[in-house]
């Protein structure tokens, strides 16, 4: 080595060392990313997977739930799906139903047919509910909800079909627990029922002749039963969004079957149709 002189080979020496170390901190930083983002991925995948499984072990609940309400079983049990960090309540005062029969003697008077507390069986994590409500499976997410599966809720024509189902109980249970379902009260016939008294000019009896009928649901889910009310009826949905209610409109179709013309200048009331037909 000269005096004055710079050892170009200890400079380059260092300089691969340092660029080595970078090296290194850039693919283990890498790595790092890979490992977090792939556990993460797995955990979302997981928690999805665990939820359908919820979803699917809570129709089979509805499924036994309506042979034991609609008088096919006595008592059911069902293996439920594992809760993870979640886990099964039973509240029995969650939602209401009300049916009211609205202008029924024709002077704007309400008859108020049934109000029911639903009452619900429901998984719930943080960021999910699944419940057992009403004769269907919901799912909320924040303050969204969908229908899983349909409550005994049929409107077809001018016919409705509707057992309200009602739940209640106690307790609660995680990992992987079972559910008994048995009657404490069978089902009585509100409508049509020849037991009740006359209200105004009607009475509990088929067709009704004035008015219509509204069917009001109120609680957590209750933007899916407008969705299912909406698709699966011909009738008039609102819904308010402060009290958290759904309502469907039944409009009856006045005069039914065969019927005699009437004369010059009078008329026979048929419902639904434009005004002026």
Sequence with gaps: MRPGVADDSTDRGQSELIGTVLLIGIVLAGLTA?????ATALDSARDDSRVNNIEHSMTQFDSRAAMVALGNSNSQRVKLGE???GRYDINPDSGWVNITHVNHSGNGDVETIA??????????NENTTIAYQGGGVWRGTGNESIMISPPEFHYRGSTLTFPIISVDGSGGASGQPSAGIAVEERSTRIFPNASEPDYGNNSYENPIDEGNVTVTIHGD??????????DRTSGAVTVD????TASVVLI??????DFEMPAEGNSVEIKGIESGH
Excluded at 221 to 230: I, K, L, M, R, S
């Design 34 to 38: 890979i490992i977090v983002f792939g």
């Design 252 to 257: 009856g179709f006045g005069t039914v079957g």
């Design 241 to 244: 969004h402060e009290n958290e």
């Design 115 to 124: 109000n029911a507390t639903f009452g619900s069986v429901y998984y719930e």
């Design 83 to 85: 809760t993870g960090d």
């Design 221 to 230: 889910y209750y933007v899916a039963w407008a969705d299912y009310f909406e």
